[in-house]
């Protein structure tokens, strides 16, 4: 029983490359979340997933695209990355009771240079 | 805009000491309060949450303290130890939102044996 998986654990890109974060749950949960960690700025939300089929913005959009593929996975899509998107982005999970907690992946760090 | 505000950025406690955390809400629509807990290289998990109907909770040695006229929070890590050690996020749900949480900026623990 592994939780929330997200892969790769390290990345460093280049200004202007893509990519794609994985994220990946085995907990059966509905709704699923991409936040970005940054010193002295907590975790900001970027992108959520309430089922399978749908997505919303979150706090910092800007510059992300998610696909929800299916019930188990929520990938975070960056099309030209810049270095202000230098930062760790954790993948959550929640099972949908008002006080459950988010169960959070432990993060895909990533340098744009 | 950061609706929920933490502090202090960073504390040094001894071993044995009481460490303290402060957060201040301002949206009063807030209805529950958890704390988050990140050790390096890990996703923040769940350590305590309280709702506002109740002044404080505890839960070995951690307690949340809560003032609901005041709109402050916070955590007590009580007779510190070593293992303590991490990044501690105040948070709150974002009213009639799907799961979101407000994060504040978070506060690094550090317990010197």
């Known amino acids: 029983n592994a939780g929330v998986t997200q892969t790769p654990k390290f990345q460093v890109l280049k200004t202007g490359q893509s990519m794609t974060l994985q994220c990946a749950q085995d907990m059966n949960h509905n709704s699923m979340y991409w936040y970005r960690q940054d010193p002295g700025m907590g975790l900001r939300l970027i992108y959520y997933?309430?089922?399978?089929?749908?997505?919303d913005k979150g706090e910092v959009p800007n510059g992300y695209n998610v696909s929800r593929l299916n019930k188990r996975e929520f990938s975070l899509r960056l099309e030209s990355a810049a270095p202000s998107q230098t930062s760790v982005y954790f993948c959550?999970?929640?099972?949908?009771?008002?006080?459950?907690?988010?169960?959070f992946g432990n993060g895909t760090r990533l340098t744009v240079t | 805009q950061q609706q929920v505000k933490q502090s202090p950025q960073s504390l040094i406690v001894q071993k044995g000491g009481i460490s303290i955390i402060n957060c201040a809400y301002e949206n009063t629509a807030f209805d529950y309060f958890p704390w988050y807990q990140q050790f390096p290289g890990k996703g923040p998990a769940l350590l305590i949450a309280i709702r506002p109907d109740v002044s404080e909770k505890k839960e070995g040695r951690f307690t949340i303290s809560f003032n609901k006229s005041a709109k402050q929070f916070s955590l007590h890590i009580m007779d510190s130890q070593p293992g303590d050690s991490a990044t501690y996020f105040c948070?709150?749900?974002?009213?009639?939102?799907?799961?979101?949480?407000?994060f504040g900026a978070g506060t690094q623990v550090v317990v010197t044996p």
């Open positions: 997933s309430a089922s399978e089929g749908t997505t």
């Open positions: 948070a709150a749900p974002v009213p009639d939102s799907w799961g979101k949480l407000q």
């Open positions: 959550a999970g929640w099972a949908g009771s008002y006080n459950s907690p988010l169960h």
